[in-house]
């Protein structure tokens, strides 16, 4: 039996079975592809008849103490997330463009490097010099907090593997660009390895992820839903029009 086609969106990640010129779920036009069908993941290949390793399991009524949370020195941004930051956690920062994002979190990235974590900002949008002036306007110069303007995600997760930062904050997840995928950067595809990948180390790793995230004319956060499951947290910024 012939395998059935299945056809993706490439602004919301929306799957259907048919082609049609304007996805139903996000009404971009001329955003719909046909799915190739490949192998391209490690989900999409059988297990086989290799053993795994046995899980380390514990108990639920464990006495081990929480992890420490860090705050921000933002205090409306430390309430939403409960208290501070915590270590190994996933952070999603959606909002409109030019709602003050970037300032909010370098606001937060200078109050953690101060407070003693070791922090790293990377930007895929802007020059570290861009970067270095707003933090003059709002007197932060001072505060040792680490930059880098990268999107390539291989050079990106090779530095945090050197560098062993304890907060990174990725600015913007559109922006990456991981060359084991065959699309655009911005693309569902790309977002979403993207995504998997730094929400993967951070996990493994111990370390604070934030990334932040653009969203659609409708406020939707851009890119697959999948992502805002990848995370631990999903952070929606508004500000007052006019």
Not at 121 to 130: C, D, F, K, L, M
Request: hydrophobic share 40%; charged share 20%.
């Amino acid at each position: 039996m012939a395998k059935q086609k299945s056809f993706s969106c490439a602004a919301c990640g929306a799957v259907s079975t048919k082609w049609a010129g304007q996805c139903e779920a996000c009404s971009a036009w001329n955003t719909i592809s046909e799915d190739s069908g490949l192998s391209t993941g490690p989900a999409k290949k059988s297990l086989g008849a290799k053993r795994g390793r046995s899980m380390v399991l514990s108990d639920l009524s464990s006495t081990e103490a929480p992890p420490p949370r860090t705050c921000s020195g933002v205090a409306e941004l430390d309430r939403v997330l409960g208290g501070g930051l915590v270590p190994a956690s996933a952070i999603l920062v959606g909002g409109d463009p030019g709602i003050g994002k970037s300032t909010l979190l370098l606001q937060a990235a200078a109050h953690f490097a101060l407070a003693g974590l070791k922090t790293l900002y990377v930007s895929g949008e802007e020059a570290s010099a861009q970067v270095r002036m707003r933090a003059q306007r709002l007197g932060l110069a001072s505060a040792p907090v680490q930059l880098a303007t990268e999107t390539n995600l291989r050079d990106i997760l090779t530095t945090l593997d050197a560098e062993k930062p304890q907060l990174v904050i990725i600015d913007s997840i559109q922006t990456m660009w991981a060359d084991h995928v065959d699309s655009a950067p911005g693309s569902v595809s790309q977002v979403r390895a993207a995504a998997h990948e730094l929400t993967s180390f951070a996990k493994r790793k111990g370390v604070s992820v934030v990334l932040v995230g653009h969203v659609t004319k409708d406020g939707q956060i851009a890119g697959p839903r999948v992502v805002e499951h990848m995370v631990d947290t999903v952070l929606y910024f508004e500000g007052e029009r006019g």
